[in-house]
């Protein structure tokens, strides 16, 4: 899955496994699953984010799944956006180690910086409700630009929930996905959001000037 990048991911586990730990980033009975709930969960990802996309990493904590999806690609470029001080010198810390020149850290709330960026592809995992996380993520796409959220369980459940905020946003294509089935128990749930290509705001001014 990482490739010849394995190296730098098992720096990076190490790196969580101890400092992590100690300033209260990841819990300590996180550190004997590491790999599978938190490295490789979000490693599968990967496959749906498209060749040199730039990407936003919202809600980043410790880097998942953003550090992850920079070291297993190095043709993307990553910014991982987290408001917390304490986590941002983390992840400044943990680039600096891995000597990785494809990511930067950007500290803010996703809401502080709508319109800022129009990337390619947010992900998010464990952020918030999918009605919220569509109406953070969205203003930081381009048109035509894919939310692509980790959820669990309740991953149909939100989106049913999230319909009046996707409709809002004239979203036509959201829809559910289970990435790597036989490399991870259990697979990872990702809602797939694709911002429409007018936004639904240009659409009503358009309509009002004419
Ligand atoms: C439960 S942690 C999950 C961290 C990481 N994504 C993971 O899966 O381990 C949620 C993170 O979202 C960040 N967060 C909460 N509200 C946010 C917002 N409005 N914009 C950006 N990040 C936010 C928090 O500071 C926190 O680091």
Not at 129 to 145: C, E, S
Request: aromatic share 4%; proline share 6%; hydrophobic share 45%.
């Amino acid at each position: 899955m990482f490739g010849d990048a394995l190296p730098l991911a098992e720096r990076y586990a190490e790196f969580l496994a101890d400092a992590g730990v100690i300033r209260g980033l990841i819990g300590p009975r996180e550190v004997d699953r590491l790999w599978e709930r938190h490295l490789i969960n979000c490693a599968v990802v990967a496959e749906m984010v498209p060749q040199g996309a730039t990407v936003i990493d919202l809600g980043s904590g410790a880097g998942l799944p953003g550090l992850v999806l920079a070291i297993a690609r190095p043709d993307l470029s990553v910014t991982l956006l987290e408001p917390l001080l304490r986590r941002t010198k983390f992840l400044t810390e943990a680039v600096e180690l891995l000597e990785l020149e494809n990511v930067e850290v950007h500290r803010a709330r996703a809401e502080e910086v709508a319109g800022d960026y129009q990337v390619d592809v947010v992900t998010a995992r464990a952020v918030a409700p999918l009605d919220r996380l569509v109406g953070w993520a969205l203003p930081l796409l381009r048109p035509g630009g894919e939310l692509l959220a980790l959820k669990g369980e309740r991953a149909a459940q939100e989106l049913a929930d999230a319909e009046p905020v996707l409709k809002r946003f004239g979203v036509r294509t959201a829809e559910l996905h289970r990435l790597g089935q036989g490399k991870v128990d259990p697979p990872t749930t990702i809602v797939r959001v694709v911002a429409e290509r007018i936004p639904r705001r240009a659409k009503r001014s358009r309509k009002r000037s004419s």
